[in-house]
């Protein structure tokens, strides 16, 4: 059976985003469980804003990147936060590029299975943001885990170094990420 590809995201640019947290934990336990997992930062793509214009030009480097990137994998993991409780501009950008396709090349989020992560430290944890976050993915093909997980007071949570300590958020972050790693492996054998 081929090893999961993953590819973890998270819908933040901050450079000490709490979600980014999430998804380098989740990152390293799906690791330890034989998936091969790249963490792509948005921040580091700096994608354009989206413009019909721009991409009639020729598709930005770096949203070709983000697209050829998604099509390998089979599997993503993405944490984002919630902006006035639905999605953070940054990431819908990164996902209306990625919906668009080339000349015979596929969707890059269809059949991708998603598992969605929520962090904030507000009391919902960016609950209200992942519905939809979960209603795009699945309106562009992507297959989204019925289970999602938002994680609330996540400033409570890490180490002095920012990285998530708490043993409680640990092993939910860790459970959300079996199921991805094993449904994924599943529609791979
Ligand atoms: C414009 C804006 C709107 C926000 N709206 C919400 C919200 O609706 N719910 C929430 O829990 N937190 C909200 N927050 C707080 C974020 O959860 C917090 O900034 C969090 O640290 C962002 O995630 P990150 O650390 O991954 O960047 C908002 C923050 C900003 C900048």
Redesign the pocket.
Known sequence: MANAKIIAL?G?L?KN????AVIEHAAELAKQQGAEVEILSLAELDLPMFNEDVEAQGVPANVQILKDKLRSADAILLAS?????SITAVLKNAIDWASRTEAGAEPAFRNKVVALFA????G?G?LRGLNHVRDILSGIGALVLGDQLAVPAIHTLLDENGKISDAGASEKIGGLTSQLVEVTSKLNS
Request: hydrophobic letters at 20%; a neutral charge.
């Open positions: 998270a933040s901050r985003s709490f979600n980014h936060p919630e902006y006035n409780g962090a904030s430290p507000g919902l960016g």
